[in-house]
């Protein structure tokens, strides 16, 4: 019989990532002994309660994580460090907190003040999502085959590391472990910039004339659609990322800016050339990724 990963996991912020780890654990017995699930929202809890997704379901944050051997944050990274505060100095020594946070270094810096000798804290960002949230959002198999990206400062207990990768591999990730800051730059490139885009070209196309807006939204074909998809994503959790991961998605964005005006002027004096070689250059990326299995 495998041994579980955890004898009692506490998961706070049962959302999109949040339920679909809830979910999975509930669909491969054995992984975790106890279940417990936390949130302020009473109409979130109810719903994890008529789901079943919980063993214990409470909105008390401080018993919720007494007893827990790990403690999992699954709230927007603008509110990772203050939730972090107010549990940990009621977990019990030997417990292991990581969270679920796409930007890195803003949540390290505020929460490390807060951390206590005796907890290992192993950040750990899974590459996976859709544009919709709430405990109704989750489903098992979000993470199979997605990236799980860790980050743990250099004086994490390697155990605490190997346990929390071995929980994401339960859950079916891929493991990868880097710093900080390459995290966040890469994490600015792939996700933050493009979900800045989409916002943005759907915000333009808002602010056409009325008769105007109402054909792009009648006639919109897929490029469109492809963006009003991501746009459609939480405003306050991005809100956050965008806050959080300022110095990094700035910088993608000014080279991005950039290319953008390189294009641009290549159509301006019908360069065809640098035309068609940015066009391949975008086919080669899409088949990469198809090879990786990220498609």
């Excluded at 509110?79 to 949540?107: E, F, N, Q, Y």
């Excluded at 405003?235 to 641009?264: C, E, G, H, K, Y």
């Excluded at 159509?267 to 088949?287: F, L, P, Q, Y």
Aim: hydrophobic share 45%.
């Amino acid at each position: 019989m495998t041994m579980p990963l955890f004898g009692t996991l506490c998961v706070i912020g049962p959302g999109l990532i949040g339920s679909s780890v809830l979910r999975r654990l509930r669909a491969h017995l054995g992984l975790v002994d106890r279940l417990v699930v936390a949130d302020r929202d009473p109409a979130v809890l109810e719903r994890i309660r008529e789901l079943d997704l919980g063993d214990i379901v409470t909105d008390d944050m401080q018993k919720a994580v007494e007893n827990a051997d790990c403690v999992m944050l699954c709230v927007p990274v603008g509110a990772i460090a203050s939730v972090a505060a107010g549990i940990l100095p009621h977990m019990k020594p030997g417990a292991i907190l990581t969270d679920v946070g796409s930007t890195r270094r803003s949540v390290v810096e505020a929460l490390t003040p807060h951390l206590r000798d005796d907890i290992a804290y192993v950040p750990a960002h899974p590459m996976a999502g859709t544009e919709h949230s709430g405990p109704d959002a989750g489903f098992a198999t979000l993470f199979e085959d997605r990236w799980c990206l860790l980050t743990p400062s250099g004086d994490a207990p390697q155990e605490a590391i190997d346990r929390i990768a071995d929980f994401w591999r339960a859950m079916g990730a891929r493991i990868r472990i880097m710093d900080t800051d390459h995290h966040d730059t890469i994490c600015a490139m792939v996700s933050h910039l493009p979900h800045l885009i989409a916002f943005t070209i759907c915000g333009t196309a808002d602010t056409l004339a009325e008769d105007m807006r109402a054909e792009v939204l009648d006639f919109a074909a897929s490029g469109f659609r492809d963006f009003t998809r991501i746009a459609a994503s939480d405003p306050t959790m991005w809100r956050d990322i965008f806050l959080n991961n300022s110095d990094a998605l700035l910088s993608v964005l000014d080279r991005f800016s950039q290319d953008a005006a390189a294009m641009a002027e290549a159509i301006r004096k019908g360069d065809e050339k640098t035309i068609v070689e940015t066009i391949s250059r975008g086919r080669r990326i899409r088949r990469s990724l198809i090879e990786n299995r990220q498609a």
